[in-house]
């Protein structure tokens, strides 16, 4: 596979190959639609959190405090055959008394496990627990590097977050673990200015990877969006800020960023998805949605909920669901139809990146 790669390079320029395989990928998971397990999983293990972001869609509905149990998530992992879980949703991952338990089994079933946090209720024996579970990833959401600016956005104290997670990175580099600590900072009006100082910042904190987002409006009158000509001369000099102290990979993430905010401008109609056929959302109830992004729709509303919930996982099979005649017509809606439902309008996902992480897999193929 690898040689056939490389080969393929020497008659057809980079992005003829990713065409190509664009087609093939086509083929595979719209062929056999009906058989084939999701990759990837996102599962809610908390339906509140202990924040109140100024952004959050849990700031425009109301939901009845829940968390998934033991058994009820056991079953899932069990029944999905899923190679990359990840933990988190609408809640705070880390507010549920089994997380660690959850980690450890994840762990033990899959390849890859992932966690988003906000970082605030990770006390010490938790950061040991967080370890030693094996975890592969922990983001942590701060969204900016100033105490203000955090405050204002998220109403807490970034102190409090940055001491609790140098805990995790102090435990995790006296094991000589391999989890890796990423921040996660979505911005939007508030607080993309002060990205040239996050990124100089950045460098000096308790993170070993960044990742930077552009906010998605998830709820009906949400304007937080918008994009405006001016970010593009922040976006620039924050690329300078990440080469002047030598972190090519914060300048990757920034030119990244850029293409996000850029694809916003792209119709929807002409974007491509492939997330709701291998990256399912899964509620604390245990209902299964197409993705992330529609799961924040589908919480605002009980129209929404009937229009785009596959089946419950938790009360039935997760294949049975999976596999049904609804699931399936609810992911081809979904993908047929994107420029008729608002919850694509503001999707961050680029099909670039997919098809870039499948040829990064292609090439350690021997």
């Not at 590097?145 to 995790?168: H, P, Q």
Request: proline residues 3%; contains cysteine; aromatic residues 12%.
């Amino acid at each position: 596979m690898r040689y056939a790669l490389l080969m393929l390079g020497k008659f057809f320029r980079f992005k003829d190959i990713f065409f190509y395989l664009k087609k093939i990928i086509d083929f595979i998971f719209y062929k056999y639609l009906s058989i084939a397990p999701p990759i990837k999983l996102q599962i809610e293990l908390a339906s509140f959190c202990n924040l109140k972001c100024s952004f959050c869609v849990l700031s425009e509905i109301k939901r009845e405090k829940k968390l998934m149990p033991l058994d009820d998530f056991k079953k899932i992992i069990d029944e999905s055959g899923a190679r990359y879980i990840q933990l988190s949703g609408v809640g705070e991952t880390f507010l549920h008394p089994d997380c660690i338990e959850m980690l450890k089994y994840a762990k033990s079933k899959t390849q890859f496990v992932k966690v988003t946090t906000n970082g605030l209720v990770i006390t010490e024996e938790m950061a040991k627990g967080i370890v030693d579970s094996g975890l592969d990833m922990l983001d942590v959401s701060i969204d900016t590097t100033d105490e203000n600016l955090y405050k204002e956005i998220r109403g807490a104290k970034l102190e409090k977050v940055l001491g609790n997670i140098k805990t995790v990175f102090n435990y995790r580099n006296q094991k000589k673990s391999n989890l890796k600590i990423r921040a996660k900072n979505v911005y939007n009006e508030k607080n993309i200015y002060n990205l040239p100082k996050d990124i100089e910042k950045l460098d000096s904190l308790p993170f070993d990877e960044a990742l930077f987002l552009w906010i998605a409006d998830l709820y009906e009158g949400s304007t937080h969006s918008t994009v405006k000509k001016e970010y593009i001369g922040v976006l620039n000099e924050a690329i300078d800020v990440a080469k002047k102290i030598r972190r090519p990979d914060l300048v990757k993430n920034v030119k990244i960023l850029i293409d996000i905010v850029w694809t916003k401008s792209v119709p929807v109609e002409k974007r491509v998805c492939y997330e709701p056929l291998y990256a399912p959302y899964i509620t604390v109830d245990g209902d299964l949605i197409p993705c992330c992004t529609s799961a924040m729709w589908v919480l605002q509303n009980e129209k929404n909920m009937l229009q785009m919930t596959m089946g419950n996982v938790i009360k039935n099979h997760f294949m049975e669901v999976w596999k049904s005649v609804h699931a399936i017509n609810v992911r081809k809606k979904v993908l047929a139809e994107r420029q008729n439902f608002a919850l694509c309008k503001d999707c961050l996902f680029d099909e670039n990146y997919f098809l870039k992480f499948v040829y990064k897999i292609a090439k350690q193929i021997n």
